[in-house]
C-alpha cells in the first residue's frame, strides 16, 4: 500500500486574518471543506481511501504510487489556491504494509512535525500594481458580484475574502430538517443536527431563520438595548494525544478510518445537545425589520476537539452547563460498552497490549515514547470565555481565551470538565478588578482544592449562588463592597468587620446574607474575599431569566 499525510499549521493566524465574524467563520468553513470534503473527492478520484480527514490532519492510502502521486499534487495545489496564507506540512509517498508501520518505523508522522518546526509555509509579497482588497486590506482584489447587495452586482473583494463572506452564510438548504448529514462538514452537521431536533414541525421558522454573519446580528436590529455584549466560548478535550496515537496504531486502516469517523460523530452530538439544550425555540427574535429569525449563536470553529463559539452573553452560563453535562452523558454511555474503542477501558488494554508487543519485537525506531495505560486518562475538557462588547478586536479576546484555557487545564490538573473566564473592556485601561483576587479556574461539575487544601466551589454551585444574590445585592452595594476590598488589599478580616458595621445598621441589611452564608467561609469559618469577588464578576454578566 502507498501513503501521505498532510497537516495544516498555524491555524489560528489564518482564521485572525481579519476581525469579521462571517470571515473567521468562513474560513473556519473553508479548511474544513478542503479537509473533509474536496480532499477526500481527489482522492477517491484517484481510487484511494481516506483514513483520516478532520482536525486539520489528513491521511490517505493508495493501491498503486502513481495513484497515490497525483492525488498528493492535487492537493498540494488546492491549499494555497484556496487559502494562500495557510501553513501546512505534507510527506512523501511511502510504502509500508499498513499504516501502523508508516507511524512506527518511517516516522511520517514525525516528518511533518520537523517540518512544522523547520519550515512555516510560503508568503505572499505585496504587488503595488495591484488594487487592495477593502476589506483585509491584504490581498490583490477583482470584481465580484456583491453577496450583500444583489442590486449592486459587483464587488471589490480579494478572492479569500469573497469565498469566506460566501462560505459564511452555510447553505439555508442544509437548515432544512429533512437534509442528510452525508457530504457536510462537521461544522454543518452539528447546525443540522440542531435543526432538525427543534424546528422539525416548524416550517415557517425554518425558511426564515438565518445564522449571524456579524457580531452585531446575535442581537435584534428592532430591540433597543442599553448594553449589547457577547460571550466568546473556546474549549478543547483532555489528554487526546495518547488517544490519537492508539488509535493511528490500529493495524487496520479501517479500523482506524471507523474509529475517527466515531470521534467525529460523538463531538456533533455533545456540541448539537449543547445547543439544542441552550438555545431552544423561546430564544428565537423574530427581526421585524427583515422578517428573519437569527440564532443568537454562531459557531466559529467546531472540528477535531476544538470548538470556538460565540453568542449574546445571557446564554453563556447555561451553554457551559449544558456542554458539560452533554459530555458526562456521552461518556457514561461510552464507558458502559468496554468494546468501545473510545472507552477508556478499551484504550488502556490496547497501549498495553502496544507496549507488549513493541518490547517483545525489541523496536528501537519508536519515535514517540511508549504510552502507558496510566497515560489513558478519562474525557473532559478545558474551557474559557470572554463577556466583551462586539465591538472588542478578536485578535485580544483569542489571545485571552487561549490564555485562560491553558489556565483552566492546568489549574484543576485536566481532573474533570473546567472553566476559566474573564470581563473584558474593549480599552486596555488597567480595571480594578485586576486588583482584587477571583477563586478560579473552576470545575465546572466537582468542587476542587486550592493550593492551602481548602475546597472551591464548582461553577455549577456559583451559578447557583448567583441566582440567588442577583436579587439581594444591587449595584451599589458590589460597588461599595468591591471598593473596600481594594482598600484593605483583600484582607478578608477587615472586609468581614466593615460589612457587620454596615449590616448593623438599618439601611444594609442585604449584607447579612453573604455574612451568615457558609459559601463564602472556609473550613475554620474564616470569611472568603476572593469568593465574595468571584460572585461580583459572574453578577456582572446577564443571564437569560434576569429581570431587566
Given at each position: 500500500?502507498?501513503?501521505f ?11 485572525l ?29 484517484h ?13 490517505a ?12 499534487k ?12 495557510l ?9 509500508a504494509a499498513?499504516?501502523k508501520?508508516?507511524?512506527?518505523k ?13 519550515f512555516?509555509?510560503y ?5 503595488p500594481?495591484?488594487r ?16 450583500r447587495?444583489?442590486?449592486?452586482p ?5 478572492s ?8 459564511a ?19 454543518e ?20 431563520l438565518?445564522i ?7 442581537f ?8 449589547v455584549?457577547?460571550?466568546v ?16 496504531s ?6 482506524i ?7 467525529t460523530?460523538?463531538n ?11 438555545f431552544?425555540?423561546?430564544s ?36 457551559i ?44 525506531d ?11 486518562k ?18 485580544k479576546i ?14 484543576t ?23 482584587m483576587?477571583?477563586?478560579k479556574?473552576?470545575?465546572i ?8 487544601g ?6 455549577r454551585?456559583y451559578?447557583?449562588?448567583?441566582d ?8 451599589s ?9 481594594i ?10 468587620e466593615?460589612?457587620?458595621k ?22 475554620d469559618?474564616?470569611?472568603?474575599c ?19
Amino acid at each position: 500500500m502507498y501513503y501521505f499525510a498532510l497537516q495544516y499549521s498555524a491555524i489560528q493566524k489564518t482564521l485572525l486574518r481579519h476581525d469579521r465574524l462571517w470571515s473567521m467563520s468562513g474560513i473556519s468553513q473553508i479548511m474544513a471543506c478542503m479537509n473533509e470534503i474536496e480532499m477526500p473527492s481527489i482522492v477517491g478520484r484517484h481510487s484511494g481511501t481516506v483514513i483520516v480527514a478532520g482536525g486539520g490532519k489528513f491521511t490517505a492510502r493508495f493501491g498503486n504510487p502513481k495513484d497515490a502521486e497525483d492525488a498528493r499534487k492535487e492537493i498540494i495545489k488546492l491549499i494555497p489556491t484556496t487559502l494562500p496564507m495557510l501553513e501546512f506540512q505534507v510527506s512523501k509517498v511511502i510504502v509500508a504494509a499498513n499504516i501502523k508501520k508508516i507511524a512506527k518505523k518511517d516516522g511520517v508522522f514525525e516528518s511533518l512535525n520537523k517540518q512544522k518546526r523547520y519550515f512555516r509555509g510560503y508568503g505572499v509579497s505585496y504587488n503595488p500594481h495591484l488594487r487592495i482588497c477593502p476589506e483585509c486590506g491584504e490581498y490583490p482584489s477583482i470584481d465580484w458580484p456583491d453577496l450583500r447587495n444583489p442590486e449592486d452586482p459587483r464587488k471589490n473583494f480579494c478572492s479569500v475574502c469573497f469565498d469566506s463572506y460566501r462560505k459564511a452564510r452555510i447553505d439555508e438548504n442544509l437548515l432544512n430538517p429533512g437534509m442528510s448529514g452525508n457530504g457536510h462538514t462537521t461544522l454543518e452537521r452539528i447546525y443540522q443536527y440542531y435543526t432538525s431536533s427543534l424546528f422539525k414541525d416548524d416550517k415557517d421558522i425554518v425558511a426564515r431563520l438565518k445564522i449571524p454573519l456579524d457580531f452585531e446580528d446575535l442581537f435584534p436590529k428592532d430591540k433597543q438595548r442599553e448594553r449589547v455584549r457577547m460571550a466568546v466560548w473556546f474549549s478543547d478535550l483532555n489528554n487526546m494525544g495518547p488517544k490519537v496515537r492508539i488509535w493511528q496504531s490500529q493495524p487496520d486502516d479501517n479500523d482506524i478510518r471507523d474509529i475517527f469517523s466515531m470521534v467525529t460523530k460523538v463531538n456533533v452530538e455533545i456540541v448539537s445537545k449543547a445547543l439544542i439544550n441552550t438555545f431552544d425555540k423561546s430564544s428565537l427574535t423574530l427581526n421585524k425589520t427583515d422578517n428573519e429569525y437569527l440564532l443568537p449563536f454562531r459557531l466559529i470553529v467546531a472540528g477535531g476537539d476544538d470548538l470556538r463559539i460565540v453568542m449574546a452573553e445571557e446564554y453563556i452560563f447555561d451553554f457551559i452547563l449544558n456542554l458539560s453535562s452533554a459530555v458526562h452523558e456521552k461518556v457514561r454511555k461510552i464507558e458502559g460498552d468496554q468494546s468501545n474503542p473510545l472507552s477508556v477501558t478499551w484504550l488502556q488494554k490496547a497501549a498495553k497490549k502496544k507496549a507488549e508487543e513493541e518490547r517483545a519485537e525489541g523496536d528501537n525506531d519508536v519515535n514517540e515514547q511508549e504510552i502507558k495505560e496510566s497515560d489513558i486518562k478519562p474525557y473532559s475538557f478545558g474551557g474559557s470565555f470572554v463577556v466583551t462588547s462586539i465591538h472588542t478586536p478578536f485578535k485580544k479576546i483569542h489571545e485571552a481565551c487561549e490564555d485562560m484555557m491553558g489556565k483552566a487545564k492546568e489549574g484543576t490538573e485536566r481532573k474533570d470538565n473546567s472553566v476559566y473566564w474573564t470581563v473584558l473592556s474593549v480599552e486596555d485601561a488597567p480595571n480594578v478588578k485586576d486588583i482584587m483576587k477571583f477563586e478560579k479556574p473552576l470545575l465546572i461539575e466537582e468542587e476542587n482544592k486550592d493550593n492551602n487544601g481548602d475546597h472551591m466551589l464548582s461553577f455549577r454551585k456559583y451559578t447557583s449562588i448567583r441566582d440567588f444574590y442577583s436579587g439581594i445585592l444591587s449595584g451599589s452595594h458590589i460597588q461599595q463592597i468591591a471598593l473596600k476590598m481594594i482598600k484593605f488589599e483583600n484582607d478578608s478580616t477587615k472586609v468581614e468587620e466593615w460589612m457587620k458595621k454596615m449590616a448593623s445598621t438599618e439601611l444594609e441589611k442585604s449584607f447579612a446574607y453573604v455574612l451568615v452564608d457558609k459559601n463564602f467561609r472556609k473550613k475554620d469559618g474564616k470569611f472568603m474575599c476572593e469568593r465574595l469577588a468571584t460572585l461580583f464578576e459572574l453578577l456582572s454578566i446577564s443571564r437569560k431569566g434576569d429581570a431587566i
